[in-house]
Nanobody
Framework: QVQLVESGGGLVQAGGSLRLSCAAS????????MGWFRQAPGKERAFVAA????????AHADSVKGRFTISRDNAKNTVYLQMSNLKPEDTAVYYC????????????????WGQGTQVTVSS
């Protein structure tokens, strides 16, 4: 069992930056690929970024490439999403997820999900 807790969301102006964190419980964090998803009002949850167990491989959605970067610190059981040059269309609830492989994170379904953190970008 893995419990995921996101933090770092908030209100930011367009062009600004935020860093989201997802802290995982348990001693098996390094055995999971991790990912970030987001869900905007009235829309389905969408893939944002994923990272392999070692951090050596990553994947980012086209909509965030060059602006968002996923990373992880296995010693701290934490995965991060650095978001820069934020746009109003980035407004959403952001969720952290864990799965056995990078491909499973990207294509689903992930095994574990956090409760989400709200990111609001004002124009």
């Amino acid at each position: 069992q893995v419990q995921l807790v996101e933090s770092g969301g908030g209100l930011v102006q367009a062009g600004g930056s935020l860093r989201l964190s997802c802290a995982a419980s348990g001693r098996t964090f390094s055995s999971y690929a991790m990912g970030w998803f987001r869900q905007a009002p009235g829309k389905e949850r969408a893939f944002v970024a994923a990272i392999s167990q070692s951090g050596g491989s990553t994947a980012h959605a086209d909509s965030v490439k060059g602006r968002f970067t996923i990373s992880r610190d296995n010693a701290k059981n934490t995965v991060y999403l650095q978001m820069s040059n934020l746009k109003p269309e980035d407004t959403a609830v952001y969720y952290c997820a864990a799965a056995q492989t990078l491909g499973t994170v990207v294509h689903g379904p992930s095994d574990y999900w956090g409760q989400g953190t709200q990111v609001t970008v004002s124009s």
